[in-house]
Structure formats: structure tokens, C-alpha cells
């Protein structure tokens, strides 16, 4: 294991990036529950971890980070059996540039320095993903429960579109796809990518997997992930970082042993080991 | 390093430079439709099959082309994983107009405008199976405009000089003319029309793969036997007119978006053969029975020379 080694949270704007950070804060200054990576020293500023962690212990939405915030690079100095000693540094990235990188089609020079020094990413994106949903197969639906279709379906010719295409109509799939090809573009080594489902809470009931909901839910991720394997090893955890929808669930949440708050589905396995997913992107499984 | 997408962003030494004055950004590639020029990262660096869609107005060009992405949207295709696009935005904006978000009420494609840069839309594939191999992919839909001025000019039919590349040439028939009485003849001149015009004005490589497809075959179908009857004739007297010209010619009935109904799953099928066809590269042969060159095998070193290569042109072109 290297001294230091750097990894990147990206993810769409409210994806859940910063809420994890400051789960994963709580729990390593916390260091009375079991996980695979623990808080070494404490050291550096770490104003802007206390201030995210007071507003995810008081179970009150955690502050955003927008382009208005500065990236805020976060150093943590861990241990963990297998890992040794490390500095982990981790800059707390906001969404936006990341959309706006999509629709813009530029990084800024820190960004871009930030992917070729990567040596994993947690990929986040919040179940709410926005499919894309086809005419075609709407009609298809409706067809198979016995409803009439609109007059002409199935016709492929030339018609006005009521509402002009945007960047922004991207499907979330199309969107990550975008942001992993710029981040491939960057680095010159192979990859760990963590696909971090966030809100885990809100589909864990589905009783799927966290892999087999993101090959439902995002098959053209999910493709571009198992395609580029030779350059790429992915993983997919569920994460619920917060614990519940706030404000909706403050009071039962605020109830709890806060270490239990937090979920992490990998598999099988169902813990509450934030470390999970930083540790199987240091190599571990 | 990634070969699913070729990079355009600045160099290490323009970044930090970047980075000393706090500004600058990173371009990073476009993501729509390509220029030829742009399609060079890709040629460059990786065999590459180029598929041109040909076809009158309304044949189901573009149809075709996003009916092809917006199956890969939904899973493996045609026993390839999507290995990522150099024109996903490309691809996002033609299937738009198939989207509930577009606000429309029935599937439709936007109408191509016409222009005289040819237009391609890139697939990086992973075969599923077998050796796993990659596979970089172009397809070509120009506006119908374009090729009924081939049709009319062989001049300006000596303009697609992108044909001269094609490892197919797929001629799409307007299954929906072909079902309509007053159209079906003129649905099957518009297609011979423009193969004649491509094989008169020597623009079909030779070895290239070339195919009449019948679009729309639910149209077909839906409009009886006399339109099936009549597409059985059509391609016989397509069979009359080019088989000695194009002995390896190929005939194919397709429905790339069909409307609800029990045949649905035959029709994508048939597009999944049809695509697993034209996506797998097949060594031309040229006029003298020789091989056409073929980018080496080791694609990973080629990509250096070949990107090195494309980035020089790039950089003397500014």
C-alpha cells in the first residue's frame, strides 16, 4: 500500500456524495464499531468535516457542495488490516461541475488533474434515475394490458417534437457513461470503480442486489462497466448513508444508535460498514 | 488508456500549465454526431467498420440508427456489450423524439437536415462471447436529400466519397410506400435508383457488403398479402437488375421500431441478426483480388501511432 493514495467521489448533482462523507466521518471519529478501515490520527483542518457531520448527526439535510463551494479536498489518515498506513485524500467534488462537464463538454485543469491522479472512484448516483422512457415501449404497455395505443403507433416517419431536445433530458445512465468515458480519457492506469447506489433505503425493499438493481435499472452503465473490464474492476455496493428520507424520517432516525443508521449491501452481505466501499477500492474484497 | 474513448483533452503539460493560472479548462471531446476529421481518432487508432444507411426520405435511415442504440439502452444486443460512443449526445438527440419527454404521442424520428458533412455515429462493442473482442463501429445516416441528389447527379453522387470506406451499404426500401398503392413504385425506383447511381459513379468498394433492406415490415404486413406480393416482386426484379453487378448481394426485411404486437420479438431479432451482420469486419478485396490494407491487430500499439497521428493533423490544422 502507498503512503497516500487518492480517491475520487463522483456522482451527479444530489447524488449523495457529501452525505457520505460525512456518515464515513462519524464513523471513523466515532472508532467503537467494527470496520475494514479506521481512523489512524487526526490531523489537517477538518472544520469542513465537522461541519457536514453536525448536520448528518442532527438528521438535517447535509450542506450541498455547488460551484459556489469550493472542490474541498479531505485528508484521512487510515489503517486497516491488509492496508497498513495510508493518507487518504479525498476531494469532496460537487455535482454540478459534473453536469456541467456533460453539457459544456470542458474540465476544469483541477478537475482534470484530480482524474490522472485517481486510484479508485465511488460513483454515485441516487436510485431516482431518470430512464428515458421510450414512446415505443409505453405503447407496448399499454398494449399488453389491453389499452388503446395513439392512431399511427409504430409509424416511423417525420414528426414536430413538442418539447427540443436538451443535454439535460440525458437519461442518468447516459449521463454516468459520459462521465466515466471523460474519466478513462484521463488516467493512464487500470481502474477500480465502487458504483455507489445511494439512499439505499428507499429500494431496498425490492430485494434485489445492488448489482442486479443497477443492471435493471441502468443496463447501458452497467454494459459499459462489464465491457471494459480489462481496463476497469467494478463493484456495486447500496449505501444508506443517512439512514432515511429527511425530513419525513428525522424523529425515528434521531431514535436510533446512529452508528445503525447506515447501510451497506454489497452482495449478499447487509452491514453497517461505511468503510466497505473504500476499502474494496484499496484492493480488498 | 481507455479504448472505448479516445481522449481530446489537452496535454499533461498544457494542464498544469492550466492549473498554475487558476483558469483554463479541458476540452473534452464534443459527444454529438461526427465530422470525418473527428472520426480519424477512431480509424486511426482501431479497425473499424464503417455501415452506411442510404435510402429516400422517410426509408427509416435515422430510425434504424437509433432503434440500434436504443436497444443497446436496454441491455446486450445482437451478443454485443456497449463498450461506449464517441457520439452518445448524438445518439441521446435522434432517439429524443421517441421519448415520453419530448412530449409526443407516438413514436417518431426527427426529420435529418440535410448537410454536406457527412455524419457518423460511433459504437465501441465487446463481443459477450468467445474471444471477447472489441469492436469499433461508425454508422453513417445522411439526410435523404443527400441521396436523391446522387440519384440525380453523378456528380454530386461522386460527393459521398465516404462510400469509398464503407464495409457495408445497407439501401434501405420504404416499407411504407411499399405498402401503399400509390407509392410502392416508386418506393422500389428510389432504392434501385440509388445503388445504380452509387455503382455508375464507382463508389461501392469492391467487397464491400452491400444489402437491399425492406424497412417498416409491420407496415408490410399490416397493409395484406398484395403489399407482401409485391415486395417479393420487388426484390426479384432488384435481383434481375444487380446481381451480376454485386454478386454477393444480400436482401433483408426489417422492422427496427415495430408497433405493439405478438411479432414483436421476431422483428428485433431480425434487426439483431441484421446488425450482427454488418457490425463484425470483413477483409475487403480490391479490384485486383488483392486484400484492402487492414489496420494491425495489435490494436493498442497502432492506437499510439494512429492517435499521435491524428493529433498531429489536429494540431496543424488550428
Sequence with gaps: MSDSTNL??????????????????????????????KLKQLSGDRTYLNLIVEAWRACVPVPRTTLQTDDTMVALHLEGDGFGEFTLSVPDLGGEAFDQQIEHR????????????ANGVLLFVHPDVKKGTQISDQDQITASIGGATEAGSGASGHAAVPVPWKVEMLPTQAKLVELLQFLLDLVDHRLRVAVVVSAWDLVADLGQTPLKYVSGR??????????????????????????????????????????KRIRVCHGSEDDHDITKPLAWLLGGK | MAEAAPT????????AADQAEGQANVDLFAGYEMSAVDTEDITLRWPTQLIVFAGAEGSGKTTMLAALYEHLGRGSFAGFDF?????????????????????????????????DEAAYYHLALRERAGERRRRQVLLSSLSGELYRWARNSREECEKLTFLNRANAIVVLVDGEKLASLEQ????????AGILDAFLDAKMVPSGAHVEFVFSKLDRIRAAGESALAFLKQTQEKLETKFRARVPQLVFRELAARPGPSSEEEELSNGLATAFATWAVLQARVTGDGGQVPQPPSDAREFSKFGWRRAEEGRRAKQ
Aim: hydrophobic share 40%; with cysteine.
Design chain 1, 8 to 37: 475520487l467521489f463522483v456522482g451527479l448533482s444530489q447524488s449523495g456524495k457529501t452525505t457520505y462523507l460525512a456518515a464515513l466521518w462519524h464513523v471513523l471519529e466515532d472508532q467503537s464499531s467494527a470496520t475494514k478501515l
Design chain 2, 184 to 191: 410502392r413504385v416508386n418506393a422500389h425506383a428510389d432504392a
Design chain 1, 218 to 259: 441502468m443496463p447501458l452503465l452497467r454494459q459499459f462497466l462489464d465491457a471494459n473490464d480489462d481496463i476497469v474492476d467494478h463493484a456495486v455496493f447500496g449505501v444508506s448513508a443517512q439512514g432515511g428520507a429527511i425530513p419525513d424520517d428525522k424523529s425515528k432516525l434521531l431514535e436510533l444508535d446512529s452508528l
Design chain 2, 8 to 15: 481530446v483533452a489537452a496535454p499533461e503539460e498544457d494542464v
Design chain 2, 83 to 115: 463498450a461506449g460512443s464517441r457520439s452518445l449526445l448524438g445518439f441521446e438527440k435522434t432517439c429524443h423524439a421517441n421519448r415520453v419527454i419530448s412530449g409526443g404521442t407516438r413514436p417518431t424520428t426527427e426529420r435529418t437536415i440535410p448537410s
Design chain 1, 106 to 117: 470542458k474540465m476544469s485543469a483541477a478537475h482534470a488533474a484530480l482524474f490522472r491522479q
